[in-house]
Protein backbone atom coordinates (compact mmCIF):
# COMPACT_ATOMS: atom_id res chain seq x y z
CA UNK A 1 0.00 0.00 0.00
CA UNK A 2 1.47 3.67 -1.06
CA UNK A 3 2.35 5.44 1.87
CA UNK A 4 0.86 9.28 2.39
CA UNK A 5 1.07 11.49 5.73
CA UNK A 6 -2.65 11.79 4.89
CA UNK A 7 -3.50 8.25 4.05
CA UNK A 8 -7.38 7.71 5.41
CA UNK A 9 -6.30 4.46 6.93
CA UNK A 10 -4.31 7.01 9.82
CA UNK A 11 -7.28 8.76 10.11
CA UNK A 12 -9.21 5.45 10.94
CA UNK A 13 -6.06 3.84 13.43
CA UNK A 14 -6.31 8.15 15.39
CA UNK A 15 -9.74 8.06 15.30
CA UNK A 16 -9.97 4.62 17.36
CA UNK A 17 -7.74 6.03 19.58
CA UNK A 18 -9.33 9.54 20.12
CA UNK A 19 -12.68 7.52 20.36
CA UNK A 20 -10.74 5.40 23.55
CA UNK A 21 -9.66 8.91 25.04
CA UNK A 22 -13.36 10.08 24.81
CA UNK A 23 -14.59 7.11 26.23
CA UNK A 24 -12.47 7.15 29.37
CA UNK A 25 -13.47 10.77 29.75
CA UNK A 26 -16.75 9.75 29.68
CA UNK A 27 -16.44 6.82 31.72
CA UNK A 28 -14.55 9.38 34.74
CA UNK A 29 -17.43 11.64 34.25
CA UNK A 30 -20.26 9.66 34.75
CA UNK A 31 -19.05 8.16 37.32
CA UNK A 32 -18.35 11.16 39.49
CA UNK A 33 -21.22 12.31 38.42
CA UNK A 34 -22.89 8.99 39.97
CA UNK A 35 -20.42 9.08 43.60
CA UNK A 36 -21.87 12.98 43.55
CA UNK A 37 -25.69 11.70 43.80
CA UNK A 38 -24.75 9.29 46.40
CA UNK A 39 -22.63 11.84 48.59
CA UNK A 40 -25.90 14.07 47.97
CA UNK A 41 -24.40 17.01 47.21
CA UNK A 42 -25.99 19.74 45.59
CA UNK A 43 -26.81 19.20 41.72
CA UNK A 44 -26.73 23.05 40.51
CA UNK A 45 -23.21 22.52 41.66
CA UNK A 46 -22.25 20.29 40.02
CA UNK A 47 -23.95 21.22 36.62
CA UNK A 48 -22.56 24.41 37.21
CA UNK A 49 -18.76 22.97 36.97
CA UNK A 50 -19.51 21.06 33.73
CA UNK A 51 -20.91 24.23 31.41
CA UNK A 52 -17.87 26.22 33.59
CA UNK A 53 -15.78 23.62 32.34
CA UNK A 54 -16.65 23.57 29.33
CA UNK A 55 -16.95 27.20 28.58
CA UNK A 56 -13.14 27.77 30.25
CA UNK A 57 -12.17 25.30 27.81
CA UNK A 58 -12.88 26.59 24.34
CA UNK A 59 -9.68 29.80 23.91
CA UNK A 60 -7.19 26.98 24.89
CA UNK A 61 -8.60 23.92 22.78
CA UNK A 62 -8.53 26.10 19.73
CA UNK A 63 -5.26 27.11 20.60
CA UNK A 64 -4.32 23.62 20.36
CA UNK A 65 -6.23 23.20 16.76
CA UNK A 66 -3.68 26.01 15.99
CA UNK A 67 -0.62 23.61 16.78
CA UNK A 68 -2.19 20.89 15.15
CA UNK A 69 -1.97 23.18 11.68
CA UNK A 70 1.63 23.55 12.25
CA UNK A 71 2.42 20.48 13.12
CA UNK A 72 0.55 19.08 10.17
CA UNK A 73 2.68 21.30 7.61
CA UNK A 74 5.44 18.37 8.24
CA UNK A 75 3.51 15.78 9.44
CA UNK A 76 0.19 15.28 7.73
CA UNK A 77 -2.76 16.28 9.73
CA UNK A 78 -3.39 12.44 11.59
CA UNK A 79 -0.45 12.42 13.69
CA UNK A 80 -0.31 15.56 14.86
CA UNK A 81 -3.94 15.35 15.44
CA UNK A 82 -3.13 11.99 17.96
CA UNK A 83 -0.16 13.41 19.79
CA UNK A 84 -2.23 17.03 20.81
CA UNK A 85 -5.18 14.91 21.91
CA UNK A 86 -3.17 12.32 23.74
CA UNK A 87 -0.49 13.71 26.27
CA UNK A 88 1.32 15.88 23.61
CA UNK A 89 2.01 19.75 23.64
CA UNK A 90 3.46 22.13 20.51
CA UNK A 91 6.83 22.23 21.95
CA UNK A 92 7.35 18.59 22.83
CA UNK A 93 6.19 17.12 19.68
CA UNK A 94 7.88 19.42 17.56
CA UNK A 95 11.18 18.76 19.77
CA UNK A 96 10.77 14.98 19.11
CA UNK A 97 9.65 15.01 15.43
CA UNK A 98 13.04 17.62 15.04
CA UNK A 99 15.24 15.04 17.17
CA UNK A 100 13.58 12.07 15.67
CA UNK A 101 14.53 13.93 11.92
CA UNK A 102 17.77 14.56 13.35
CA UNK A 103 18.84 10.71 13.87
CA UNK A 104 17.79 10.10 10.15
CA UNK A 105 20.29 12.70 9.24
CA UNK A 106 17.63 15.12 8.04
CA UNK A 107 15.73 18.20 9.20
CA UNK A 108 11.90 17.78 9.88
CA UNK A 109 11.23 20.65 7.16
CA UNK A 110 13.62 17.96 4.62
CA UNK A 111 10.70 15.32 4.93
CA UNK A 112 7.51 17.70 3.70
CA UNK A 113 6.56 16.42 0.65
CA UNK A 114 9.08 13.13 0.99
CA UNK A 115 8.24 11.47 4.26
CA UNK A 116 8.44 7.93 3.73
CA UNK A 117 6.34 5.39 6.20
CA UNK A 118 9.72 4.15 7.74
CA UNK A 119 10.55 7.61 8.56
CA UNK A 120 7.02 8.25 9.68
CA UNK A 121 6.84 5.24 11.96
CA UNK A 122 10.29 6.30 13.29
CA UNK A 123 9.17 9.85 14.47
CA UNK A 124 6.00 7.83 15.63
CA UNK A 125 8.01 6.03 17.88
CA UNK A 126 10.31 8.40 19.11
CA UNK A 127 7.48 10.90 19.92
CA UNK A 128 5.56 8.17 21.57
CA UNK A 129 8.20 6.81 23.54
CA UNK A 130 9.22 9.63 25.05
CA UNK A 131 6.35 11.20 26.55
CA UNK A 132 4.57 8.11 28.37
CA UNK A 133 6.37 8.46 31.16
CA UNK A 134 3.04 10.07 32.83
CA UNK A 135 0.66 7.00 31.46
CA UNK A 136 2.52 4.64 33.44
CA UNK A 137 3.92 5.98 36.19
CA UNK A 138 0.22 7.61 37.59
CA UNK A 139 -1.10 4.38 38.11
CA UNK A 140 2.02 2.87 39.96
CA UNK A 141 2.32 6.26 42.50
CA UNK A 142 -1.01 7.80 42.11
CA UNK A 143 -2.84 5.81 45.24
CA UNK A 144 0.20 5.71 47.40
CA UNK A 145 0.42 9.52 46.73
CA UNK A 146 -3.50 10.26 47.48
CA UNK A 147 -2.89 7.63 50.48
CA UNK A 148 -0.01 10.38 52.29
CA UNK A 149 -2.12 13.47 51.71
CA UNK A 150 -5.37 12.04 53.44
CA UNK A 151 -2.82 10.67 56.55
CA UNK A 152 -1.41 14.60 56.54
CA UNK A 153 -4.77 15.33 56.50
CA UNK A 154 -5.68 13.42 59.34
CA UNK A 155 -2.37 14.27 61.27
CA UNK A 156 -2.49 18.22 61.55
CA UNK A 157 -5.88 19.58 58.95
CA UNK A 158 -4.22 23.21 59.26
CA UNK A 159 -1.24 22.29 58.16
CA UNK A 160 -2.55 20.62 55.41
CA UNK A 161 -4.94 23.10 53.89
CA UNK A 162 -1.56 24.89 54.16
CA UNK A 163 0.35 22.46 52.01
CA UNK A 164 -2.47 21.96 49.70
CA UNK A 165 -2.52 26.44 49.20
CA UNK A 166 1.23 25.79 48.49
CA UNK A 167 1.29 23.36 45.89
CA UNK A 168 -1.02 25.87 43.86
CA UNK A 169 1.03 28.94 44.43
CA UNK A 170 3.95 27.12 43.54
CA UNK A 171 3.16 26.33 39.98
CA UNK A 172 1.21 30.00 39.37
CA UNK A 173 4.55 31.29 40.71
CA UNK A 174 6.18 29.88 38.28
CA UNK A 175 3.90 30.73 35.13
CA UNK A 176 3.93 34.78 36.63
CA UNK A 177 7.41 34.39 36.88
CA UNK A 178 7.40 33.04 33.20
CA UNK A 179 5.21 35.98 31.88
CA UNK A 180 7.97 38.27 32.81
CA UNK A 181 10.97 36.20 31.33
CA UNK A 182 11.39 38.45 28.18
CA UNK A 183 11.27 41.82 29.67
CA UNK A 184 15.20 41.90 29.92
CA UNK A 185 15.02 42.56 25.98
CA UNK A 186 14.16 46.27 27.36
CA UNK A 187 17.75 46.30 28.27
CA UNK A 188 19.52 44.44 26.76
CA UNK A 189 18.32 45.51 23.55
CA UNK A 190 20.21 47.72 20.97
CA UNK A 191 18.58 50.90 19.07
CA UNK A 192 15.63 49.10 19.99
CA UNK A 193 16.55 46.06 18.65
CA UNK A 194 16.95 42.41 20.47
CA UNK A 195 18.00 39.73 18.74
CA UNK A 196 17.71 36.21 20.63
CA UNK A 197 20.19 33.39 19.87
CA UNK A 198 18.40 32.10 17.10
CA UNK A 199 18.74 35.41 15.47
CA UNK A 200 15.44 36.11 15.96
CA UNK A 201 14.25 39.65 16.29
CA UNK A 202 11.98 41.33 18.61
CA UNK A 203 11.26 45.33 19.77
CA UNK A 204 12.79 46.25 23.26
CA UNK A 205 8.90 46.58 24.13
CA UNK A 206 7.97 43.35 23.39
CA UNK A 207 8.90 41.86 26.61
CA UNK A 208 6.26 43.91 27.96
CA UNK A 209 3.19 42.45 26.10
CA UNK A 210 2.82 39.44 28.34
CA UNK A 211 3.42 41.33 31.05
CA UNK A 212 0.24 43.81 30.17
CA UNK A 213 -2.05 40.90 29.26
CA UNK A 214 -1.43 39.52 32.34
CA UNK A 215 -2.45 42.69 33.81
CA UNK A 216 -5.55 43.43 32.14
CA UNK A 217 -6.40 39.63 33.06
CA UNK A 218 -5.77 40.39 36.46
CA UNK A 219 -7.51 43.82 36.50
CA UNK A 220 -10.73 42.34 34.73
CA UNK A 221 -10.57 39.29 37.13
CA UNK A 222 -11.14 42.03 39.80
CA UNK A 223 -13.16 44.02 38.40
CA UNK A 224 -15.72 40.57 38.24
CA UNK A 225 -15.13 40.29 41.65
CA UNK A 226 -16.29 43.47 42.66
CA UNK A 227 -19.24 43.20 40.73
CA UNK A 228 -20.48 40.14 42.02
CA UNK A 229 -20.11 41.77 45.88
CA UNK A 230 -21.47 44.88 44.40
CA UNK A 231 -24.71 43.81 42.32
CA UNK A 232 -24.56 40.35 43.66
CA UNK A 233 -24.21 38.73 40.24
CA UNK A 234 -23.27 35.69 41.68
CA UNK A 235 -23.98 33.74 38.04
CA UNK A 236 -20.48 36.48 37.41
CA UNK A 237 -18.64 33.78 39.10
CA UNK A 238 -18.61 31.02 36.53
CA UNK A 239 -18.01 32.73 33.88
CA UNK A 240 -15.18 35.56 35.29
CA UNK A 241 -12.28 33.32 34.67
CA UNK A 242 -13.20 32.53 30.72
CA UNK A 243 -14.35 36.38 30.54
CA UNK A 244 -10.64 37.55 31.69
CA UNK A 245 -8.75 35.09 29.71
CA UNK A 246 -10.24 35.87 26.73
CA UNK A 247 -10.55 39.29 27.11
CA UNK A 248 -6.99 39.53 28.39
CA UNK A 249 -6.07 37.60 25.03
CA UNK A 250 -7.72 40.32 22.68
CA UNK A 251 -6.14 43.05 24.68
CA UNK A 252 -2.91 41.60 22.91
CA UNK A 253 -3.80 42.53 19.83
CA UNK A 254 -3.18 46.34 20.02
CA UNK A 255 -0.42 46.14 22.84
CA UNK A 256 1.59 43.96 20.17
CA UNK A 257 0.48 46.49 17.08
CA UNK A 258 1.97 49.39 19.61
CA UNK A 259 4.67 47.62 21.24
CA UNK A 260 6.08 45.46 18.43
CA UNK A 261 6.53 42.00 17.71
CA UNK B 1 -23.41 5.09 60.54
CA UNK B 2 -19.96 7.01 60.42
CA UNK B 3 -17.67 4.12 60.31
CA UNK B 4 -20.09 2.68 57.52
CA UNK B 5 -19.47 6.12 55.09
CA UNK B 6 -15.84 6.21 55.93
CA UNK B 7 -15.61 2.27 53.81
CA UNK B 8 -17.38 3.76 51.45
CA UNK B 9 -15.08 6.57 50.57
CA UNK B 10 -12.47 4.09 50.73
CA UNK B 11 -13.78 1.63 48.04
CA UNK B 12 -14.52 4.44 45.94
CA UNK B 13 -11.69 5.65 46.28
CA UNK B 14 -10.06 2.39 45.64
CA UNK B 15 -12.62 1.89 42.82
CA UNK B 16 -11.27 5.15 41.15
CA UNK B 17 -7.39 4.02 41.40
CA UNK B 18 -8.20 0.41 39.88
CA UNK B 19 -10.41 1.85 36.95
CA UNK B 20 -7.89 4.59 36.45
CA UNK B 21 -5.10 1.58 36.14
CA UNK B 22 -6.98 -0.26 33.84
CA UNK B 23 -7.34 2.62 31.48
CA UNK B 24 -4.30 3.81 31.73
CA UNK B 25 -2.14 0.70 31.14
CA UNK B 26 -5.16 0.11 28.03
CA UNK B 27 -4.57 3.37 26.75
CA UNK B 28 -0.56 2.92 26.70
CA UNK B 29 -0.80 -0.61 24.85
CA UNK B 30 -2.93 1.69 22.58
CA UNK B 31 -0.83 4.53 21.91
CA UNK B 32 2.10 1.72 21.40
CA UNK B 33 0.36 0.00 18.95
CA UNK B 34 -0.28 2.71 16.53
CA UNK B 35 3.70 2.84 15.16
CA UNK B 36 3.48 -1.27 15.20
CA UNK B 37 -0.08 -1.43 13.43
CA UNK B 38 1.08 1.63 10.94
CA UNK B 39 4.55 0.17 10.18
CA UNK B 40 2.48 -3.08 9.73
CA UNK B 41 0.15 -1.97 6.75
CA UNK B 42 2.99 -0.16 5.12
CA UNK B 43 5.30 -2.96 5.22
CA UNK B 44 7.31 -0.36 6.91
CA UNK B 45 10.45 -1.05 9.84
CA UNK B 46 11.50 2.05 11.84
CA UNK B 47 14.98 2.44 11.44
CA UNK B 48 16.51 1.66 14.11
CA UNK B 49 19.68 3.74 14.82
CA UNK B 50 17.34 7.09 14.46
CA UNK B 51 15.09 5.47 17.25
CA UNK B 52 17.68 5.28 19.23
CA UNK B 53 19.73 8.73 18.17
CA UNK B 54 15.93 10.86 18.83
CA UNK B 55 15.65 8.69 22.12
CA UNK B 56 18.84 9.42 23.39
CA UNK B 57 18.43 12.94 22.72
CA UNK B 58 14.60 13.51 23.63
CA UNK B 59 13.58 10.80 26.39
CA UNK B 60 16.14 11.57 29.24
CA UNK B 61 15.14 15.17 29.75
CA UNK B 62 11.22 14.38 28.71
CA UNK B 63 11.55 10.94 31.76
CA UNK B 64 13.02 12.84 33.92
CA UNK B 65 10.66 16.25 33.59
CA UNK B 66 7.68 13.34 34.04
CA UNK B 67 8.45 11.98 36.66
CA UNK B 68 8.94 15.31 38.58
CA UNK B 69 6.02 16.08 36.80
CA UNK B 70 3.74 13.38 38.08
CA UNK B 71 4.78 14.09 41.59
CA UNK B 72 3.60 17.14 41.60
CA UNK B 73 0.32 17.57 39.73
CA UNK B 74 -1.20 14.51 41.14
CA UNK B 75 -1.70 16.40 44.92
CA UNK B 76 -3.29 19.03 42.79
CA UNK B 77 -5.35 16.84 40.37
CA UNK B 78 -6.86 14.41 42.67
CA UNK B 79 -7.01 10.79 41.99
CA UNK B 80 -9.70 10.56 39.20
CA UNK B 81 -8.08 13.96 37.62
CA UNK B 82 -4.50 12.71 37.67
CA UNK B 83 -5.78 9.24 35.33
CA UNK B 84 -7.11 11.46 32.99
CA UNK B 85 -4.82 14.20 32.71
CA UNK B 86 -1.80 12.29 32.03
CA UNK B 87 -3.60 10.54 29.47
CA UNK B 88 -5.26 13.64 27.54
CA UNK B 89 -1.67 16.18 28.09
CA UNK B 90 -1.81 19.75 28.53
CA UNK B 91 -1.93 19.62 32.26
CA UNK B 92 -0.24 23.08 33.66
CA UNK B 93 -2.08 25.41 30.53
CA UNK B 94 -5.62 23.67 30.59
CA UNK B 95 -6.59 20.79 33.13
CA UNK B 96 -5.20 21.70 36.05
CA UNK B 97 -6.20 25.74 35.52
CA UNK B 98 -9.67 24.19 34.76
CA UNK B 99 -9.67 22.22 37.60
CA UNK B 100 -8.69 24.92 40.21
CA UNK B 101 -10.93 26.90 38.56
CA UNK B 102 -13.61 24.79 39.72
CA UNK B 103 -12.97 23.73 43.11
CA UNK B 104 -12.60 27.66 43.81
CA UNK B 105 -16.51 28.09 42.19
CA UNK B 106 -17.75 25.23 44.28
CA UNK B 107 -15.81 26.10 47.34
CA UNK B 108 -14.54 22.55 48.30
CA UNK B 109 -11.38 21.51 49.19
CA UNK B 110 -9.28 19.46 46.77
CA UNK B 111 -8.31 16.81 49.49
CA UNK B 112 -11.82 16.09 50.22
CA UNK B 113 -14.30 13.81 48.30
CA UNK B 114 -16.34 16.56 46.99
CA UNK B 115 -13.16 17.74 45.33
CA UNK B 116 -12.01 14.64 44.00
CA UNK B 117 -15.37 14.87 41.94
CA UNK B 118 -15.16 18.39 41.37
CA UNK B 119 -11.92 18.66 40.12
CA UNK B 120 -12.45 14.65 38.25
CA UNK B 121 -16.03 16.49 36.59
CA UNK B 122 -13.64 19.20 35.62
CA UNK B 123 -11.08 17.83 33.98
CA UNK B 124 -13.21 15.06 32.06
CA UNK B 125 -15.41 17.87 30.65
CA UNK B 126 -12.53 19.63 29.46
CA UNK B 127 -10.75 16.57 27.96
CA UNK B 128 -14.03 15.92 26.14
CA UNK B 129 -14.63 19.77 24.88
CA UNK B 130 -10.84 19.51 23.40
CA UNK B 131 -10.78 16.49 21.80
CA UNK B 132 -14.42 17.98 20.34
CA UNK B 133 -12.96 20.92 19.14
CA UNK B 134 -9.55 18.86 17.89
CA UNK B 135 -11.98 17.35 15.98
CA UNK B 136 -13.96 20.00 14.28
CA UNK B 137 -10.47 21.50 13.75
CA UNK B 138 -9.39 18.55 11.76
CA UNK B 139 -12.82 18.47 9.96
CA UNK B 140 -12.65 22.20 9.04
CA UNK B 141 -8.73 22.36 8.84
CA UNK B 142 -9.16 23.89 5.24
CA UNK B 143 -10.95 26.64 6.04
CA UNK B 144 -9.82 27.73 9.35
CA UNK B 145 -6.18 27.31 8.81
CA UNK B 146 -6.14 31.15 7.21
CA UNK B 147 -8.14 32.42 9.85
CA UNK B 148 -6.77 30.53 13.21
CA UNK B 149 -2.98 31.27 11.44
CA UNK B 150 -4.26 35.07 10.40
CA UNK B 151 -1.57 37.49 11.85
CA UNK B 152 -3.71 39.30 13.69
CA UNK B 153 -5.03 36.92 15.44
CA UNK B 154 -1.71 35.45 16.24
CA UNK B 155 -0.90 37.79 18.90
CA UNK B 156 -4.18 36.49 21.25
CA UNK B 157 -3.36 33.18 20.92
CA UNK B 158 0.36 33.77 21.21
CA UNK B 159 -0.65 35.64 24.73
CA UNK B 160 -3.15 32.69 26.01
CA UNK B 161 -0.74 31.57 29.25
CA UNK B 162 -0.32 35.01 30.27
CA UNK B 163 -3.91 35.96 30.06
CA UNK B 164 -4.88 32.48 32.20
CA UNK B 165 -2.07 33.19 34.76
CA UNK B 166 -3.65 36.27 35.02
CA UNK B 167 -6.95 35.47 35.76
CA UNK B 168 -5.80 32.79 37.83
CA UNK B 169 -3.03 34.50 39.46
CA UNK B 170 -5.06 37.28 41.00
CA UNK B 171 -7.51 35.21 42.82
CA UNK B 172 -4.98 32.35 44.26
CA UNK B 173 -2.68 35.16 45.49
CA UNK B 174 -4.95 37.38 46.90
CA UNK B 175 -6.35 34.99 48.94
CA UNK B 176 -2.75 33.86 49.83
CA UNK B 177 -0.57 36.71 50.00
CA UNK B 178 1.99 35.69 53.20
CA UNK B 179 1.94 32.46 51.38
CA UNK B 180 2.59 33.73 48.02
CA UNK B 181 5.29 36.97 48.35
CA UNK B 182 8.32 34.72 48.66
CA UNK B 183 7.92 32.24 45.40
CA UNK B 184 6.22 34.99 43.17
CA UNK B 185 9.62 37.25 43.94
CA UNK B 186 11.97 34.19 43.95
CA UNK B 187 10.13 33.29 40.10
CA UNK B 188 10.18 36.36 38.75
CA UNK B 189 14.15 37.23 39.78
CA UNK B 190 14.82 33.80 38.29
CA UNK B 191 13.02 34.22 35.04
CA UNK B 192 13.74 38.16 34.44
CA UNK B 193 17.73 37.79 34.83
CA UNK B 194 18.43 34.07 34.28
CA UNK B 195 18.57 33.71 30.36
CA UNK B 196 18.00 30.23 30.06
CA UNK B 197 14.35 30.57 31.57
CA UNK B 198 11.69 31.10 29.27
CA UNK B 199 8.43 29.31 27.92
CA UNK B 200 10.35 26.03 27.25
CA UNK B 201 11.75 25.71 30.53
CA UNK B 202 8.51 26.54 32.24
CA UNK B 203 7.53 23.23 32.98
CA UNK B 204 10.61 22.39 34.49
CA UNK B 205 10.39 25.23 36.95
CA UNK B 206 7.08 24.27 38.38
CA UNK B 207 8.49 21.49 40.89
CA UNK B 208 11.34 24.09 42.01
CA UNK B 209 8.08 26.82 42.42
CA UNK B 210 6.26 23.96 44.02
CA UNK B 211 8.93 22.57 46.42
CA UNK B 212 10.49 26.50 47.19
CA UNK B 213 6.93 27.35 48.17
CA UNK B 214 6.36 23.85 50.37
CA UNK B 215 9.51 24.82 52.42
CA UNK B 216 8.68 28.06 52.63
CA UNK B 217 4.87 27.84 54.18
CA UNK B 218 6.82 25.05 56.54
CA UNK B 219 9.13 27.83 57.87
CA UNK B 220 5.98 30.10 57.79
CA UNK B 221 3.79 28.06 59.43
CA UNK B 222 5.96 26.48 62.18
CA UNK B 223 6.46 30.06 63.16
CA UNK B 224 3.13 30.69 63.49
CA UNK B 225 3.18 33.79 60.34
CA UNK B 226 0.00 32.28 58.32
Redesign the interface.
Known sequence: ?E?SVNHP??FL??G???T???A??????V???K??R??G?DMT??R???V???I???????????A???L?QSLG?ALP??R??????L??EA??AA???????MKLSDLVGNM???????????M????????????L???K??SG??SF?KKDK???????????????????????????RLWLAQDGVYVNGDGEVFSATSGL???L??????V???LC?LMMKLFKWKWL??Y??PI??????????P??ALLG? | MAKMKTN?EYS??D???R???I??????V???A??V???L???????W???????L???PM??AV??I????Y???L???G???S?????I???K???A???LE??EV???S??GE??S???????????????????IL?VP??PI??SE??K???????????????????SK?VK??IA??L???I????V?A????T?GI??P???????V???II?KRGW?
Open positions: MFILLVVIIAVLQSAYFLKSVRAVLMKIKTITAAFTVAPAVSIVIVISSIWLLSVVGSSYIANAASGMGTASAYVTIMIVTVSIMVGIWLVPLAKIQLVEKWSDTLQNALFIGMISAFVGYVFCDLSIPVVMVVAAIMAGNDALSMVLGMLSAILTG | NYMSVHDGRWNLSMMLLMFPVVGIFSAMPDAAVGKGLATAYWGVETITIPMGAGSYLFVTGNSNLLPCLNANAKAQEEIITIAIAVSSIVTTLIIIIGVILTLSTLPAFDQMLPALFGGLGVVFVNLAPVLMLLFIFPLNAGVMVVGVVFTIYARYL
